[in-house]
């Protein structure tokens, strides 16, 4: 996504939402979003409505917006589309895939790498989904990439509601394999890859254990945050 105002307040939510820092079902308050961020309100609800559409955020009328509180049934829905648009997508990486991308994708492991070396959970869980995204544009259909760009969003929503048993959702050497099955162009492996690889994700999400409460926005976000 570009770096307008609401896409890195789109940004900022989701890792917010990622991390458990902010909770399914909180309310997300236009002022009080807008004096965290020291952005204008017309910049919120642009980034409320991004939520929106993407199902991560509910718009309730009268009432405001909420963080969405999918069922274990919708976030298995989530993980099945994911595997078919992602089967697709990873056909096209291996067919359309030139020397440029497999090094943007060389550039993404090696950052991938750096980031699991600091132990940054919130940045690990957003460069993995950046793997996937950049797997989107690499296969070049902008319609897949559109949806998938939904299903990552929701799938840092279902991570953040249900919790996970490990520190970062996409384990180190999958998406490494991955690209090696892409440099090999080697199709039918790369899909086996990518299949084993969300069935891994979805397995590690702790469907069933307690959700914890909720907390006002001000303690949700860093204070750092606030006067960015
Ligand atoms: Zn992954």
Not at 62 to 81: H, W
Not at 143 to 149: F, G
Not at 185 to 208: K, N, S, T
């Amino acid at each position: 996504m570009s770096e307008t105002p609401e896409n890195v307040l789109v940004e900022h939510v989701l890792d917010a939402i990622s991390d458990q820092r902010l909770r399914a079902g909180t309310k997300l308050g236009e002022q009080a979003l807008s004096d965290l961020f020291s952005c204008n309100r017309a910049h919120v609800r642009r980034a409320l409505a991004t939520l929106a559409a993407y199902q991560v955020v509910d718009l309730i009328p009268n009432r405001g917006a909420f963080v969405s509180t999918p069922s274990e049934d919708e976030a298995r829905d989530v993980f099945q589309a994911r595997r078919a648009i992602e089967a697709t997508i990873i056909r096209n990486v291996v067919r359309r895939a030139d020397e440029a991308d497999i090094e943007r994708l060389r550039a993404h492991l090696a950052t991938e790498d750096e980031i699991r070396q600091h132990n940054d959970r919130p940045k690990a869980i957003r460069a993995s989904r950046a793997f996937h995204m950049l797997l989107a544009r690499i296969g070049r259909n902008s319609v897949l990439e559109h949806y998938l760009a939904e299903l990552t969003m929701r799938t840092s929503l279902i991570i953040g509601l249900y919790g996970s048993k490990t520190a970062s959702l996409c384990s180190d050497d999958e998406h490494a394999r991955i690209v090696q099955s892409i440099i090999d162009r080697d199709e039918a492996r790369a899909q086996d890859m990518v299949d084993h690889h969300l069935r891994h994700i979805e397995g590690e999400i702790a469907f069933g254990d307690e959700a914890p409460r909720v907390g006002p926005l001000s303690m949700i976000f860093p204070p750092d945050r606030a006067t960015e």
